[in-house]
């Protein structure tokens, strides 16, 4: 597996560049394999970070939770954050993980 480029990552939605979380915990993944040791980020895990990063835009309605079909054709929530947000958390699990 390679990291995907900010380009196969981005999609535009209403003038906005962005990523959704669970692309997002694909490229955390992504690099916590390459860092020897580091545990395995699951998607549930991230939305409780994204929820606590970001509860003040959560609630003014500035990041968007929506839903996707997983492999088994339930719908499971997925939040839809923009490239500086994902920045952001990145940031925070590389700094939480030093």
Same mark, same amino acid.
């Given at each position: 597996?390679?990291?995907?480029?900010?380009? /196969?990552?981005?999609?535009?939605?209403?003038?906005?560049?962005?990523?959704?979380?669970? /692309?997002?915990?694909?490229?955390?993944?992504?690099?916590?394999?390459?860092?020897?040791?580091?545990?395995?980020?699951?998607?549930?895990?991230?939305?409780? #970070? #994204?929820?606590?990063?970001?509860? /003040?835009?959560?609630?003014?309605? /500035?990041?968007?939770?929506?839903?996707?079909?997983?492999?088994?054709?339930?719908?499971?929530? #997925?939040?839809?954050?923009?490239?500086?947000?994902?920045?952001?958390?990145?940031?925070?699990?590389?700094?939480?993980?030093?």
């Amino acid at each position: 597996m390679m990291a995907k480029t900010e380009n /196969e990552l981005v999609a535009m939605k209403n003038g906005k560049m962005t990523v959704t979380s669970l /692309e997002l915990a694909e490229q955390v993944n992504f690099f916590r394999e390459k860092l020897e040791g580091k545990a395995k980020l699951e998607h549930k895990d991230l939305l409780k #970070i #994204i929820r606590d990063e970001f509860a /003040e835009e959560i609630s003014l309605g /500035e990041i968007s939770l929506v839903n996707y079909k997983d492999k088994k054709s339930e719908r499971r929530p #997925i939040f839809e954050l923009t490239t500086l947000q994902a920045k952001q958390l990145l940031a925070r699990d590389f700094m939480l993980r030093t």
